[in-house]
């Protein structure tokens, strides 16, 4: 996208807010706690291992390429727009994969507080609805949609410090509902390889911000310092909600879909009449934190794609500007669009809303993970190609760090894509969990590249 066509409306506490929201993500807390106790294990182990170095690596990228776009930006730069494209395409058909996911955690979560009992289908209208109420909120421009995140990640907070708290007292009265000795917290391969990858999903998003890179009033000050920030704060909320879960809800009681709402619902009973309605007003605040999440995600990944295909490099209708927000409302729409068939098609052979939830999940997360693959080799290739880049901020501790930061990155989200293959008891027929992971994946894959194949010729670009 051309520079000076947009407002620079994202200031610092906005970087530092929509980060905290893009990437705490409420609808995963419960498949990382159902890991157990060893759950703690592998969030302090990633935290050292790979969101240190991942958050130090996007701090220093997007601020030495403060461009519209973000990923696709840098991978490009290091690699040519072949590997750029399909990052920037695999990174916005993620969002438009998960997004159903989300809403079926919504409208479980609905059913649960408001509407028990309530039938698969009537909870894919509900889904199907909120993803359009999100088309539409992220069509508006950025000065105004910025505010959802932003509150997003004020309740998000609230939402895990609570939770904590709740766990702490449900402690005092109960007593701790799993084992808790130092045996229950050393890692155990055989319940971990489901979930682990979850825990990696939860840390990513840094780079999201950046993907309005012309929005932001001054990135390479403000950039670096909201990573840093912000991903202290992230670490501290998910292990205190992680905490509070594990703290109230046995294992064998943990849903992956409701975990949160039935883990605050168990602490209500202790509360009498005021528990009821501390359910209601948590649950509204739930179901607000997933809206808050499609939105974050869809403002940058809608534009990192929209940055692609103004360049020809995708169909340029995706690239195309809404006459007034100057957003990109074709590729809304056609996030929509996705989200829709894809949610009708799952329905119609699902057995249950959790097997629905994690068959999308675990499709759109290793969609997600892929461009990733390309991003810390790109760190890595740009240090070497383009040290004459002026870079406001850098990895600390020279080349030896960055190196170990970029290796440490590559594995952590190769072990993630491969672990996505060993599905949760949730999944009844594991052939066709993973028939459908590798047959989907390989089609969107063979998509983008004869799309980029065709706008080249279409365009001449």
């Known amino acids: 996208m051309s520079a000076g066509r947009f407002k620079r409306v994202l200031k610092y506490w906005d970087l530092f807010l929509f980060n905290v929201c893009a990437i705490i993500v409420l609808d995963t807390v419960a498949s990382s706690a159902a890991i157990g106790m060893q759950t703690f294990f592998w969030w302090f ?17 997007g601020s030495a390429w403060p461009s519209e776009g973000g990923i696709y930006v840098w991978v490009k730069e290091a690699f040519g727009e ?5 990052t920037s395409w695999l990174y916005w058909v993620n969002v438009a994969l998960w997004m159903p996911s989300v809403y079926v955690l919504f409208s479980g979560t609905l059913s649960k507080v408001f509407a028990p009992d309530l039938d698969i289908w009537s909870q894919t209208i509900i889904a199907i609805v909120m993803i359009w109420i999100t088309v539409a909120a992220g069509i508006l421009e950025l000065g105004k949609s910025k505010w959802i995140p932003n509150i997003g990640a004020v309740v998000k907070a609230f939402v895990l410090v609570s939770l904590g708290i709740l766990g702490v007292y449900w402690i005092f009265i109960r007593g701790f509902a799993n084992p808790f000795t130092a045996s229950d917290l050393l890692p155990s391969w055989s319940t971990t390889l489901a979930y682990l990858p979850v825990i ?31 991903g202290a704060a992230i670490f501290i909320l998910y292990v205190l909600g992680t905490f509070g879960l594990l703290a109230v809800l046995p294992l064998d009681k943990l849903s992956i879909v409701t975990g949160i709402i039935d883990a605050i619902t168990e602490v209500s009973g202790l509360l009498g009449p005021s528990g009821e309605i501390m359910i209601v007003i948590f649950g509204i605040l739930i179901l607000y934190t997933f809206f808050t999440n499609m939105v ?68 759109s997360s290793l969609i997600f993970l892929i461009p990733y693959l390309f991003l810390f080799p790109a760190f890595i290739k740009l240090r070497y ?11 600390p ?18 072990m993630a894509c491969l672990f996505f293959f060993k599905p949760p008891e949730e999944i009844a027929d594991v052939v066709l969990y993973e028939a459908q992971l590798i047959g989907i994946t390989a089609l969107v894959i063979v998509v983008g590249y004869l799309l980029y194949v065709w706008s080249k010729r279409r365009y001449g670009s």
């Open 296 to 363: 974050t995600w869809t403002i940058g990944a809608n534009r990192v794609v929209a940055s692609t295909a103004q360049e020809g490099l995708l169909p340029k209708s995706l690239g195309h500007l809404h006459g007034r927000y100057m957003t990109p409302d074709y590729a809304y729409y056609l996030t929509g669009i996705i989200g829709t068939v894809l949610l009708l098609g799952n329905a119609i052979p699902a057995e249950s809303i959790a097997s629905i939830f994690w068959t999308i999940f675990a499709l």
């Open 385 to 395: 190609s383009k040290p004459e880049v002026p870079r406001p901020y850098t990895v």
């Open 45 to 61: 182990i990633s935290l050292f291992l790979f969101f240190i170095p991942y958050g130090l690596i996007t701090a220093e990228l």
């Open 200 to 230: 990696v999903y939860n840390y990513m998003g840094f780079e999201l911000a950046s993907s309005a890179g012309e929005e932001i009033v001054d990135p390479k000050r403000d950039v670096p310092k909201a990573i840093v920030f912000a």
């Open 82 to 86: 072949k590997l750029a494209v399909m």
């Open 397 to 414: 501790g020279g080349r030896i760090i960055a190196w170990i930061s970029a290796v440490l990155g590559e594995i952590f989200i190769a």
